[in-house]
């Protein structure tokens, strides 16, 4: 099953604006890590963010997470034709099972 | 410094046969994981290889089996196929001892099954 679901499912933009996607998980962490996904391709490492953080940047990402709510949220500024793509948080659950559970996604569209 | 690699890209297969796919771990990397992706989900894991020997294990039947080789690449061996089993299977790797650091995918093997 599941542990994550992201939120939307599915998003539009125009080239320029920010996007936002927000995953939502059931269990403690260790960590969360946010992947995107071309065309049914591999996965591509975007960030990790430790339990222990509350904010992490990496070029134009912006990740938060919130423990107490368990969530955390992406955030793409300034997106361009090329940030199309399938986006998914996995969650490193703090038992040391070792394993990442992934939710369904958001598919994110930017028109140019 | 090459990434994560897998074998074959992609590959047909009829019901009932079997088939083995393979991975090699990113450099450095030690711990190997195979997951399931469905179209239109969420990678699902299938379970993880260290030391040779299967760590830990998701929900899936044991006609999915697997092995990892001294130098720590791996392979998914998968018997009696399903229609069902029809995904793209995606290899990660970690470094063992630095519990919460990235796992780093694969290209994933694209399996259809006819």
């Known amino acids: ?112 | 410094d090459a990434g994560v690699t897998q074998s074959p890209t992609h590959l047909i297969k009829t019901r009932g046969q079997q088939v083995t796919l393979r991975c090699s771990p990113k450099s450095g990397h030690d711990t190997v994981s195979w997951y399931q992706q469905a179209l239109g989900q969420g990678p699902q894991f299938i379970f993880q290889y260290y030391e040779e020997e299967e760590r830990q294990r998701g929900n899936f039947p044991d006609r999915f089996s697997g092995h990892q080789f001294p130098n720590y690449s791996s392979e998914l061996n998968v018997n009696a196929l399903l229609l069902g089993d029809s995904a793209l299977y995606l290899c990660a790797s970690r470094a063992t001892g630095k519990m919460g650091d990235e796992q780093f995918f694969g290209p994933g093997t694209r399996l259809t099954v006819l």
């Open chain 1, 1 to 112: 099953s599941q542990q994550g679901e992201e939120d939307p499912q599915a998003l539009s933009i125009q080239e320029g604006e920010n996007a936002t996607m927000n995953c939502s998980y059931k269990t403690s962490i260790n960590n969360l890590q946010w992947y995107r996904q071309n065309s049914g391709r591999g996965l591509v490492h975007l960030i990790l963010i430790r339990s222990n953080e509350r904010e992490k940047h990496s070029g134009r990402l912006r990740v938060t997470l919130d423990t107490s709510k368990k969530s955390s949220s992406l955030l793409i500024t300034a997106s361009r034709a090329a940030d199309t793509a399938s986006y998914f948080c996995a969650t490193d659950a703090a038992d040391s099972s070792y394993k990442l559970i992934f939710g369904s996604g958001t598919r994110l569209l930017v028109r140019p």
